[in-house]
């Protein structure tokens, strides 16, 4: 079986990016291992899913989630990070540059309706990734 060290977990702040860190949290177990929490911005969408109406509200929220991910790692290391622009080449850029094995993260996330009947950021990082991508189904998805 593959071992992964450096896990990028994307989160929105949607009970199905929660699941997805998790899931990103329970595969690292290693001191050599690195998670890394991002969020993206979207130019065309307000800050407010995160329960927060600034692009700094989503970076204090981004760290809020990396410390409590580090909480519970062990002896794992995690990172936050915020990004502004398009949620899939964000996430594909974020995990070429730190060199991430595996990239997790939420089937559907706060964007709702549009994606699941257009095609959302996951299916579009899943299609594009050169990496692995664990998809993290919402709470009673079949």
């Known amino acids: 079986m593959a071992r992964y060290q450096s896990i990028l977990v994307a989160t929105d702040g949607s009970e199905t990016a929660g699941r997805a860190v998790d899931h990103a949290v329970s595969l690292a177990s290693d001191a050599d291992d690195m998670v890394y929490v991002l969020s993206v911005a979207h130019s065309r969408e307000s800050p407010m899913s995160f329960g927060v109406e600034t692009l700094e509200g989503i970076e204090a929220a981004v760290e809020r989630t990396a410390a409590e991910v580090g909480e519970h790692l062990g002896e794992a290391a995690v990172s936050g990070m915020v990004r502004r622009g398009r949620p899939d080449d964000q996430i594909l850029a974020a995990a070429d540059e730190v060199g991430a094995d595996m990239i997790v993260l ?32 919402e709470t009673g998805a079949t």
Do not use: C, N, Y
Not at 110 to 132: N, W, Y
């Open 106 to 137: 939420g089937r559907t996330g706060s964007s709702g309706l549009a994606d699941r009947v257009l095609g959302g950021t996951a299916d579009r990082v899943v299609r594009r990734s050169k990496r692995p991508v664990l998809l993290i189904p």
